[in-house]
């Protein structure tokens, strides 16, 4: 018992509490009286007096000893709580009922989103209609690859298909950015830091995804004639759309809540000034080619994608590129250090195009460099930097893969290889780039004097 809650009153020649027993010796006062004074767990409000409940929210008291009870409940009451109460007070510590009102928001707009898509492709008569559900539909535009599985009495066969074409990712990354806008209160995210808590609305997202992506597997049974008939089973992973789900939520997230906070005086944020960096020169690429396109076409021929979808994905693979990670095309691997392999995929004006991206990448990572010692003028932010700027190329790596890849087995004997790829390893660009960012922005850290 904490004496410093009780209404008792002990005389100075009492060494010992009557109740329990509690040491009276090193007691200065003669009464200790119980403390009033209340704290609202929602909005933080104090109150003095036998208020039961908050004037602000209509939230429920409590005193403001159990609140600070609360917070050290680890270290003082651990031996005596069960793992049932253990339990539940860290489910209280995640706020889940507070976070998840976005994520689920934007999860229930896409649904919405989703059915205009199917009953469009309805109307339209297109046959991939029976092959599509709601949780199919959302799963793709969250870029999540889907693995189909055939089998009849010819043979087995397999798929897997991930086309992750960026543009789509306008369509969640405006909804997630509204969502977070409006459901996301400036007063929760007090004394909170922001990355942290980005990171945790981005990842209820994506195990919302991942329950999504259980839902969406489908069993279909395709009549092949009089005789045959095949099963095709069409299934996610799990894994990947809460991968998925987190790495595409994340940048929203964090924007809105920067929004929220950025009147809050804070001390240099490499993170912004990371996330800025790679931000300008994926738009800068992406503003050149589409100059590029009104001057000269110097890319992509008649037969080729429509530009609203080329352009964006182009340009992603063209940051990449032009941070050192080679990117496999088909069965070739070009790089910066292979460029004359180049040629026969692009001609000469795209390729001297980016020569020029390239120099002009360098150069902003050398000037980052110069900016980042004039602010905080030390070392370790050096690492930081790269460290986040490997981490958000490696991330645009893991989303812009197309891969068709797999053996299919219809109603022929022998089994058809099927072979295509565009992108990058996330794993091995997430260490180029680090590498590459490090010694640039070293360089242009050593290059101010002041």
């Known amino acids: 018992m904490n004496n410093e809650n009780n209404d008792l009153t002990f005389s100075n020649h009492k060494n010992y509490c009557e109740t329990d027993g509690h040491d009276l010796s090193n007691l200065e006062i003669d009464s200790i009286k119980l403390n009033y004074e209340k704290v609202c767990n929602e909005c933080g409000k104090v109150y003095n007096n036998s208020s039961l409940y908050c004037e602000e929210c209509g939230n429920e008291l409590i005193l403001a000893s159990e609140s600070e009870k609360n917070l050290t409940i680890y270290n003082l009451l651990d031996g005596d709580l069960n793992k049932k109460e253990k339990f539940k007070m860290w489910i209280n510590d995640l706020e889940i009922k507070r976070r998840i009102l ?9 649904f919405v989103i989703s059915i205009w898509i199917k009953l469009f492709i309805n109307f339209a008569g297109l046959e991939v209609n029976k092959f599509l559900n709601i949780s199919s539909i959302i799963l793709a535009l969250n870029l999540v690859p889907l693995k189909i599985v055939s089998s009849s009495v010819i043979g087995l066969g397999n798929i897997g298909i991930s086309m992750s074409l960026v543009s789509i990712l306008i369509i969640p ?18 004394d909170k830091d922001i990355v942290k808590e980005a990171f945790m609305l981005s990842f209820i997202y994506g195990l919302i995804l ?25 299934k996610y992973s799990f894994l990947r759309s809460v991968l998925n789900g987190i790495i595409i939520s994340f940048l929203p997230i964090y924007i809105s809540l920067y ?9 240099f944020n490499v993170f912004n000034r990371a996330l800025k960096t790679v931000g300008f020169i994926y738009l800068l690429i992406l503003l050149l080619i589409v100059l590029g396109m009104f ?24 940051l990449h590129f032009v941070n050192l990670i080679p990117v496999l095309l088909g069965n070739s691997i070009i790089s910066i250090f292979n460029m004359g392999d180049i040629n026969l995929y692009l001609n000469n004006s795209m390729v001297l ?21 004039g602010r905080v003028n030390n070392k370790k932010y050096i690492k930081y930097f790269s460290i986040v700027y490997s981490m958000i190329i490696a991330s645009s790596i893991f989303l812009s893969k197309i891969d068709t890849s797999g053996s299919l087995s219809l109603l022929e004997s ?13 794993i091995i660009g997430l260490i180029i780039s680090f590498v590459y960012s490090y010694i640039l922005i070293n360089i242009g850290y050593k290059l101010n004097k002041e």
């Open 259 to 267: 929004a929220k906070t950025r009147d809050k005086k804070v001390g």
């Open 102 to 110: 976005a994520p689920l928001f934007s999860i229930c707009v896409l």
């Open 353 to 373: 195009l980016i020569y020029a991206i390239m120099l002009l990448n360098i150069v902003i990572l050398i000037i980052s460099g110069y900016d980042l010692k």
């Open 210 to 234: 991942g329950v999504i992506s259980i839902l969406g597997k489908q069993f279909i049974n395709l009549s092949m004639g009089e005789y045959y008939t095949m099963s095709i089973v069409v």
């Open 173 to 190: 990354f405006i909804i997630i950015l509204v969502s977070s806008l409006f459901f996301i209160k400036k007063e929760f995210l007090k």
């Open 295 to 318: 001057f000269n076409k110097i890319f992509l021929s008649e037969n080729g994608l429509s530009e609203v979808i080329a352009y964006p994905q182009l340009a992603l693979y063209i």
């Open 414 to 426: 022998q089994n058809y290889d099927m072979y295509s790829y565009i992108g990058s390893s996330a």
